[in-house]
């Protein structure tokens, strides 16, 4: 039986371990990533990790993914590529559709090309600002363009399904944490942001009151309820993320605490609030039922062994970003 999979996003914090899950199982792992929001010393060490620098965005990349289909022969890919800054898609909106819709139907056209079932990562942020707890039930109603380019590839997924038959699952994780995460990106991932701010003894900054609520989730408990799409579950969605609901300002209290233990210095502010779904964490009753999801998250201790790992990473560079649009930013960004 052929044992090869693709994981694009490889060097980010889904695709860094997805790759190592599946690497641990004997698998072939050919790993697509561009660089622009991972990095190199995240990938795995693996013989049987193949590696390719690409930028699935590019115009000619349909040569050289027709390249890497034919030769490796996946049975499935798992595309976590993307650039997930809902706060930001506003003011960078050509870049994210290219990024996140574009890049997504070169892979779509491969997967239908060469019969590869296609584990799609959407997100939370398609159901937009609906009463939570979102169920996947409930019809998208996304509030900035992030969430409006994973709808729509969603919808782009489906057509492939009725008309070429595409194999897929429908992934709707959020506010996934771990380590091999991208924290040095001031843009996104509120963890990631609080962890950095804390080792160079800055202040935590929150955008409003912090009220608004989340529920972060570890990564290591969707590893085996992600190796299960394989086979199965084609044409069904699911959400999978915790359950246990903080409040930013929460979240921002036990960073400050772990960072305080560790001798740095740091303390909370409240800066101008941006545009934001307010309360957002999902209904997982599917992925529990269906995919045996159960969730442990532990969230201080999760956040404990971030700091640590982060303690001894570089100061990576990352992705510096170019405004499409000036008005109306917000000035701790501009």
């Not at 942020?125 to 969603?154: C, H, L, R, W």
């Not at 545009?275 to 269906?290: G, W």
């Not at 998250?297 to 970003?321: G, S, V």
Request: glycine residues 4%; contains cysteine.
């Amino acid at each position: 039986m052929n044992k090869t999979i693709i994981v694009t996003g490889c060097a980010g914090l889904l695709g860094s371990h997805v790759s190592r899950y599946f690497l641990q199982e004997n698998y072939t792992v050919v790993g697509i990533d561009d660089l622009s929001g991972g990095y190199k010393e995240f990938l795995p060490n693996n013989k049987n990790f193949v590696f390719y620098k690409y930028d699935l965005s590019k115009k000619n990349i349909t040569k050289y993914l027709n390249k890497l289909f034919k030769t490796h022969k996946p049975i499935a890919c798992y595309h976590f590529a993307a650039y997930a800054a809902e706060g930001l898609s506003p003011f960078i909106r050509h870049f994210n559709y290219t990024n996140n819709i574009l890049s997504s139907v070169n892979i779509i056209n491969q997967c239908i090309q060469y019969d590869c079932k296609l584990i799609f990562t959407s997100s939370m942020a398609v159901y937009g600002a609906q009463k939570p707890p979102f169920d996947e039930n409930m019809i998208p109603s996304p509030t900035d363009p992030y969430g409006i380019a994973k709808f729509a590839t969603e919808l782009d997924i489906k057509v492939a399904n009725d008309q070429h038959n595409l194999r897929y699952t429908i992934l709707r994780p959020h506010n996934v944490i771990g380590i091999y995460q991208n924290i040095w990106d001031k843009y996104r991932n509120v963890v990631g942001i609080f962890i950095r701010q804390a080792l160079n003894n800055k202040p935590l900054t929150i955008y409003g009151d912090g009220t608004q609520t989340r529920a972060f989730s570890d990564i290591k408990y969707f590893l085996i309820p992600f190796s299960m799409l394989i086979d199965s579950f084609d044409q069904q969605i699911f959400n999978i993320g915790a359950d246990k609901i903080f409040t930013i300002h929460e979240l921002a209290k036990t960073v400050k605490s772990i960072a305080e233990h560790h001798k740095f210095n740091t303390e909370i502010i409240h800066l101008e609030p941006r545009h934001e779904v307010q309360h957002a964490y999902c209904d997982h009753t599917k992925a529990k039922s269906l995919l045996k999801f159960t969730d442990n998250t532990n969230l201080e201790n999760l956040i404990h062994d971030m700091f640590i790992w982060a303690k001894d990473q570089p100061n990576r560079e990352t992705k510096k970003m170019k405004y499409e649009i000036n008005k109306n930013i917000y000035n701790y960004w501009k």
